[in-house]
């Protein structure tokens, strides 16, 4: 095996001779240089008595080249530009491999997110993205939701929403960790800034569980359940014509499969205004008649749907929202957003608007549930998770 090592490196930023580390170790100078060199490998005994004495972990100091590290196939949860390869996270869902790119703002939660491997070979397009993929097709039969009666709905797309994604791609990945912890990984996709704080709890309750924080909004969430992309899907989405949260789109979205619905909590929704709402607005129609900058999130996020759905109520075109094609991506660009200047609204929640000490007028009591297909919930990782 081809085993690099940066054992010269380490010891010369300690100011530490070859002799002295040999002294310290057991060994003679000869051996520290023939590890150094890469002329041969050193025992178990001899690594862990080199890490320690130069205050390190054996990873720090030793591993494996790149032509001897495994490899997997696995699929494409997002597309790339021009299939260039890119750091990865991989998680098991049923029984393939799925790699998330980390590219861009998928890249960082605060931190930069540590890869598992990465892509060194893409083969063709063998699975759609879009709403047929692994046996889905939204909108097409009801879901059995335990507890609730089946209903069809064909609203999941509303109209100028895409209805599908760039395919899907196969792809050969390097692996950069162990094998035992990427089987042992729980993938959630949602928006509410408190699943972060949840997934870390659960890692800390469970030290062998990894749980991978996808951000994606209710619609967006759902539809990477449908194509068997994650795990968990976190959602928001009010249906005025059931007067429901969730099940409704729920229903539309998988054929033939049953789901849990786990709430997580219940959330004031509204607008977010600067501190002492200089605009004394006190309704959506307000934004209009006082030419308010709204910003907004994308189409098919719950909070854009109340946006919209408030507005229809009170007979306000859409249209003649001042600014309503600036979108941001989370409750935090929201925030950002009127703390800056750059926008006099934006919908969001009570603890966003309190956090970033904004003003809040409530609009909407919105049910946060997670989703998950009763096929998973037997999978290791997800008990864990759930029963935190």
């Not at 720090?60 to 997997?72: A, H, R, S, V």
């Not at 709403?131 to 709905?153: E, H, K, Y």
């Not at 957003?337 to 909407?364: E, R, Y």
Request: charged share 20%; proline share 5%; with cysteine.
């Amino acid at each position: 095996m081809n085993i690099c090592n940066n054992l010269k490196a380490i010891r010369n930023r300690l100011g530490m001779s070859q002799q002295e580390l040999a002294n310290i170790t057991g060994v003679t100078r000869q051996t520290i240089g023939a590890v150094e060199t890469g002329q041969c490998a050193p025992s178990v005994t001899i690594s862990l008595r080199l890490a320690k004495a130069l205050g390190c972990q054996v990873e720090d100091l030793f591993w494996l080249g790149e032509e001897d590290l495994p490899k997997i196939e696995a699929i494409l949860a997002d597309s790339t530009p021009d299939n260039q390869q890119s750091q990865v996270i991989l998680a098991r869902i049923r029984d393939r491999w799925i790699a998330y790119p980390l590219l861009a703002r998928d890249a960082f939660r605060i931190e930069m997110i540590p890869s598992d491997g990465e892509v060194v070979a893409v083969s063709h397009p063998i699975v759609g993205s879009g709403d047929s993929a692994s046996g889905s097709n939204i909108g097409a039969s009801p879901l059995r939701v335990d507890g609730f009666p089946s209903i069809t709905r064909n609203e999941l797309y509303p109209e100028g929403e895409a209805q599908s994604q760039t395919g899907t791609n196969q792809v050969q990945v390097r692996l950069l960790d162990d094998m035992d912890k990427l089987h042992n990984t729980v993938v959630i996709a949602g928006c509410t800034p408190v699943l972060s704080l949840l997934a870390r709890a659960t890692e800390r309750w469970h030290p062998q569980l990894r749980v991978h924080y996808r951000f994606a909004h209710s619609k967006a969430a759902l539809r990477s359940l449908c194509r068997g992309e994650v795990h968990i899907a976190g959602m928001h989405l009010y249906d005025p014509q059931t007067g429901e949260h969730n099940i409704p789109f729920v229903q539309e979205a998988l054929i033939d499969k049953s789901a849990v619905l786990i709430t997580l909590g219940v959330w004031e929704e509204g607008l977010l205004v600067p501190s002492g709402n200089p605009m004394k607005i006190k309704t959506v129609s307000d934004l209009v008649e006082f030419g308010a900058t709204v910003v907004t999130h994308e189409v098919g996020s719950g909070n854009r749907m109340l946006l919209e759905r408030k507005l229809q109520e009170e007979r306000v075109p859409l249209e003649v929202v001042k600014s309503l094609n600036r979108i941001v991506h989370n409750h935090q660009e929201v925030a950002l957003s009127i703390v800056s200047g750059v926008a006099d609204a934006g919908i969001s929640t009570a603890s966003i608007a309190a956090t970033f000490g904004l003003g809040f007028i409530p609009l909407h009591s919105a049910r946060y549930d997670l989703v998950i297909l009763k096929e998973y919930l037997e999978e290791a990782p997800v008990q864990q998770f759930i029963n935190m």
